[in-house]
């Protein structure tokens, strides 16, 4: 499985972006697809999830209310729809896809996720 992450860009605090996380390879088989951020100097962090087969989503606790992740099966698909950005929402997004059958608490860890694509770089400036 590859994927490859689009969308991103520099904005204002307020605004959205969408990105996009294209997938080819062997994607029938995945379960989970995910959005992780990562700002300079910290950690990897979850952003949101969702399961593949029913779209069942959860989100990271600073994106809830403004992130909303999508799919589109037929093309391979997965979105983040960003609104309301912050400053604090700059990072480099990386998509993320999985095999494994997780709950929902497991599906926020990046340890979770066997497939990453490159990353999209997200600049917010106030």
């Known amino acids: 499985v590859q994927l490859q992450a689009s969308g991103g860009g520099s904005v204002q605090a307020g605004e959205s972006l969408r990105l996009s996380c294209a997938a080819s390879?062997?994607?029938?088989?995945?379960?989970?697809v995910a959005w992780f951020r990562q700002a300079p100097g910290k950690e990897r962090e979850f952003v949101a999830t969702?399961?593949?087969?029913?779209?069942?989503?959860a989100y990271g606790g600073s994106m809830r209310g403004r992130f909303t992740i999508s799919k589109d099966n037929a093309k391979n698909m997965v979105y983040l729809q960003m609104d309301s950005l912050k400053p604090e929402d700059t990072a480099v997004y990386y998509c993320?896809?999985?095999?494994?059958?997780?709950?929902?608490?497991?599906?926020?860890?990046?340890?979770?996720?066997?497939?990453w694509g490159q990353g999209t770089q997200v600049t917010v400036s106030s």
């Open positions: 993320a896809s999985t095999q494994g059958t997780l709950s929902t608490v497991q599906a926020t860890r990046i340890g979770a996720y066997s497939y």
């Open positions: 390879g062997r994607t029938s088989s995945w379960n989970h």
């Open positions: 969702i399961r593949w087969r029913d779209g069942r989503a």
